[in-house]
């Protein structure tokens, strides 16, 4: 009888770390610095007028561009290393970058990473230009600051930014979104 309150206790403490396991990560700078969906950007491409909304875009694509950089750096490393020590050298000499692990494979996938982080980098420095254009062409009423901040908690005065523009960047995002 001593044994059962050990074996139920053990059976409970395993139960509880099994469902313990399964609760999501709480984050408090997730929830402080919010990143956008990729619904939420494209949304957000079609309507942004407000400093702050080109501000958030430029945020995304500033993060997008240090992923990429990751990524890059990641597969260059990986290339270095498959170079000296080839995983699978006569499957790659027959399939090449279809094989899919090698130094041909990580070679492409550095460059590849490379040119989208400089493609996203120019489109946050791009998005950073229109916030600023939009704050100095839009003067507040008297007695009413111009602010940068999020509409919803302050009085935001908005410029609606040229279409050109937004089509140039749009069809980036297209363009970008086909490739992968």
Known sequence: MKTARPNSLIALMVVFLTLLSFAPPYSAAAEENP???KKELKAL???ARTPYEHRR???YYRQEA???TDSSRQH?????TYEK???FPALEAKHGFAFGQGVSHCRRWAKLDGEQAEKATKLAALHEE???KAEA???APDGVANTTEDPRSAHAYCLCSSNSEKEKQLAVVRQNNNRR
């Open 45 to 47: 491409l079609k309507t």
């Open 76 to 80: 260059a490393e990986l290339a270095a």
């Open 66 to 68: 240090l992923r990429l």
């Open 35 to 37: 990143t956008l969906s």
């Open 137 to 139: 062409a839009s003067p």
């Open 130 to 132: 229109m916030a600023q």
């Open 85 to 87: 020590n080839p995983p």
């Open 57 to 59: 875009i430029g945020a």
